[in-house]
């Protein structure tokens, strides 16, 4: 078969990685997004899902001439949805253009209609005037009299009047008992349809009025730039949502959520990858709080527990990814963050249009925007969510929650974030919460190495660590991150809540982030070396306050 040539506003069959081809319809990306780099392709946005991507023109089919072949490869159910959408789409555009073609044709009937009448009216006058003009040759001045008020009454209604009197309406609009024949468009279809830019822009803040909103084009926002809006009237009354002045959005948990029980559970079923400090804590609460969760760790025996509180077992990263519609996950670096995407039995093989991967690892920008930019290669959804907090804190389900990325996927993610956390914020463009998350654990690291420097300094001189703990306790530094910290050194006890050679690999990505932008972080160095001889002293798996034991070595 010959080659069948692609343009915009076409209707394909869009080939993503593995998975069966799905229709769609090529639109015009959004200004910020680029278009790849290497072969030709178009932006398809496909239908019956939240999705559309970057797809090579030999991964693309016409949709009319393989119809038939797709609907018989291919039974499920989501995908009979995504063809009924095609064919509701299409029979409201025939509409469209057949109402359209009705008016025209009744419009140019009707003028001609009201032509030959004037030329009738014409002649007809033309007749009478002949035969009065006859009678006035013959008559008296009573025929001229009679013949001059038979003009006048007939000039009265000439035929341009008359022509104008019998049209019904004016040009171009319909007829009120016309109504009927437009056929009324969803905003999804009008926006599909326009195939513009226009009908790419995101989405407007609350303060604007919603016009024609696409539901299917609120999420892509790996380029966001605006102010995000005030507020989403979208998000259940159970949350308060609030701006910093700085742009970015939180979602609190209104009186501690995940302790009284007061969420409302998404229906999605949500997948979790990765049960360590962290990650466990968080699907006890997401169980908790009555979600559906598949869940799946590199070390099996780990995922017992949850089993027996009712999650479902995962045997790969890309089984759960595929039979869920949310997968989160937490490990604890870039490469492990990675190797779980990209790696064999993968997420990236999991990933199809409408999928949704939330990555909550503490890496940096670069790993993170990468991960995002295959996720969305595939038509998947991506957030990135690394947390603040610890296995207490994870455990209770009061962590805070730094969220960048797909917009729409983190209001979709509202009542996990309430089950994990107290507090969420969102941060704009991918690469922002890690940024911001390696700053917070830099802060974090390098007052833990001040603390311990403080202890061992009072105990070489003679002072009462503990009167100094007493001391930091009734001042501004207080804090319940002080005072465990501090206990732990005073008991000996370093059972890890927040790994240390977690917090030293966030000191050294925060430097990095530092060094990128050519701006000096002295401080976070000199911890960050006091981290690395307590990891030289085999402290790695104990808790971060075991860098106190870099001092008294």
Same mark, same amino acid.
């Given at each position: 078969?010959?080659?069948?040539?692609?343009?915009?506003?076409? =209707?394909?069959?869009? +080939?993503?990685?593995?998975?069966?081809?799905?229709?769609?319809?090529?639109?015009?990306?959004?200004?910020?997004?680029?278009?790849?780099?290497?072969?030709?392709?178009?932006?398809?946005?496909?239908?019956?899902?939240?999705?559309?991507?970057?797809? +090579?023109?030999?991964?693309?089919?016409?949709?009319? =001439?393989?119809? %038939?072949?797709?609907?018989?490869?291919?039974?499920?159910?989501?995908?009979?949805?995504?063809?009924?959408?095609?064919?509701?789409?299409?029979?409201?555009?025939?509409?469209?253009?057949?109402?359209?073609?009705?008016?025209?044709?009744?419009?140019?009937?009707?003028?001609?209609?009201?032509?030959?009448?004037?030329?009738?009216?014409?002649? %007809?006058?033309?007749?009478?005037?002949?035969?009065?003009?006859?009678?006035?040759?013959?008559?008296?001045?009573?025929?001229?009299?009679?013949?001059?008020?038979?003009?006048?009454?007939?000039?009265?209604?000439?035929?341009?009047?008359?022509?104008?009197?019998?049209?019904?309406?004016?040009?171009?609009?319909?007829?009120?008992?016309?109504?009927?024949?437009?056929?009324?468009?969803?905003?999804?279809?009008?926006?599909?349809?326009?195939?513009?830019?226009?009908?790419?822009?995101?989405?407007?803040?609350?303060?604007?009025?919603?016009?024609?909103?696409?539901?299917?084009?609120?999420h892509f926002l790996l380029s966001q730039t605006e102010k995000p809006a005030v507020c989403y009237q979208a998000i259940t009354k159970k949350l308060k949502v609030c701006e910093e002045e700085t742009g970015s959005t939180s979602i609190q948990a209104a009186d501690s959520t995940a302790v009284n029980g007061s969420i409302t559970p998404t229906d999605k079923k949500i997948g979790f990858l990765g049960l360590g400090l962290m990650g466990s804590g968080i699907v006890s609460n997401l169980l908790k709080m009555g979600h559906t969760v598949t869940v799946w760790n590199r070390t099996a025996e780990k995922c017992d527990l949850f089993i027996q509180e009712g999650a479902r077992l995962g045997r790969t990263p890309a089984e759960v990814v595929s039979t869920c519609d949310i997968t989160f996950a937490c490990v604890s670096d870039p490469k492990a963050a990675k190797d779980l995407v990209l790696g064999p039995s993968g997420v990236l093989q999991g990933i199809r249009p409408g999928?949704?991967?939330?990555?909550?690892?503490?890496?940096?920008?670069?790993?993170?925007?990468?991960?995002?930019?295959?996720?969305?290669?595939?038509?998947?959804?991506?957030? %990135?969510?690394?947390?603040?907090?610890?296995?207490?804190?994870?455990?209770?389900?009061?962590?805070?929650?730094?969220?960048?990325?797909?917009?729409?996927?983190?209001?979709?993610?509202?009542?996990?974030?309430?089950?994990?956390?107290?507090?969420?914020?969102?941060?704009?463009?991918?690469?922002?919460?890690?940024?911001?998350?390696?700053?917070?654990?830099?802060?974090?690291?390098?007052?833990?190495?001040?603390?311990?420097?403080?202890?061992?300094?009072?105990?070489?001189?003679?002072?009462?660590?503990?009167?100094?703990?007493?001391?930091?306790?009734?001042?501004?530094?207080?804090?319940?991150?002080?005072?465990?910290?501090?206990?732990?050194?005073?008991?000996?006890?370093?059972?890890?809540?927040?790994?240390?050679?977690?917090?030293?690999?966030?000191?050294?990505?925060?430097?990095?982030?530092?060094?990128?932008?050519?701006?000096?972080?002295?401080?976070?160095?000199?911890?960050?070396?006091?981290?690395?001889?307590?990891?030289?002293?085999?402290?790695?798996?104990?808790?971060?306050?075991?860098?106190?034991?870099?001092?008294?070595?």
């Open positions: 078969m010959a080659a069948v040539s692609l343009r915009l506003g076409d =209707l394909v069959w869009g +080939k993503l990685g593995r998975y069966p081809p799905w229709p769609g319809k090529i639109v015009n990306p959004p200004k910020d997004l680029k278009k790849p780099r290497g072969k030709k392709c178009f932006f398809v946005k496909f239908f019956g899902t939240e999705d559309h991507a970057w797809i +090579k023109v030999e991964q693309l089919k016409p949709y009319h =001439l393989h119809k %038939e072949e797709m609907i018989k490869i291919n039974k499920g159910k989501r995908f009979q949805q995504a063809v009924d959408a095609v064919e509701e789409f299409l029979r409201k555009t025939k509409g469209k253009d057949q109402a359209s073609s009705h008016n025209s044709s009744e419009e140019k009937n009707r003028r001609n209609s009201s032509e030959e009448r004037g030329k009738q009216s014409a002649g %007809e006058e033309k007749r009478k005037a002949s035969l009065s003009e006859g009678k006035l040759k013959k008559g008296t001045g009573e025929g001229k009299k009679r013949v001059s008020s038979v003009s006048s009454e007939r000039g009265s209604k000439s035929p341009l009047k008359r022509t104008q009197d019998q049209s019904p309406r004016k040009r171009g609009r319909p007829p009120k008992d016309e109504k009927d024949l437009t056929i009324p468009e969803s905003s999804t279809v009008k926006r599909v349809m326009t195939g513009t830019v226009a009908g790419f822009k995101w989405p407007p803040s609350v303060s604007e009025p919603v016009k024609d909103s696409d539901p299917h084009f609120h999928k949704c991967y939330v990555d909550m690892s503490t890496v940096d920008a670069d790993t993170v925007t990468e991960l995002a930019q295959v996720i969305v290669s595939r038509g998947g959804r991506f957030l %990135e969510a690394p947390v603040s907090g610890n296995q207490q804190l994870s455990n209770d389900g009061m962590l805070v929650i730094l969220a960048a990325g797909d917009r729409g996927l983190y209001e979709d993610c509202s009542s996990c974030f309430q089950a994990m956390g107290k507090t969420s914020f969102f941060l704009g463009e991918v690469g922002n919460a890690a940024k911001m998350m390696l700053i917070v654990n830099m802060v974090q690291g390098s007052f833990m190495a001040t603390i311990a420097e403080g202890l061992t300094l009072a105990q070489v001189t003679g002072q009462s660590q503990q009167t100094l703990l007493d001391i930091l306790n009734q001042g501004q530094l207080a804090s319940i991150f002080l005072d465990q910290k501090c206990q732990n050194i005073l008991q000996g006890n370093f059972k890890p809540d927040f790994y240390l050679k977690y917090i030293q690999k966030d000191l050294r990505l925060a430097i990095a982030l530092g060094d990128s932008v050519n701006h000096p972080t002295p401080m976070a160095a000199a911890a960050n070396e006091v981290y690395k001889r307590a990891k030289a002293l085999d402290q790695s798996d104990n808790d971060m306050s075991a860098v106190y034991r870099a001092y008294i070595h």
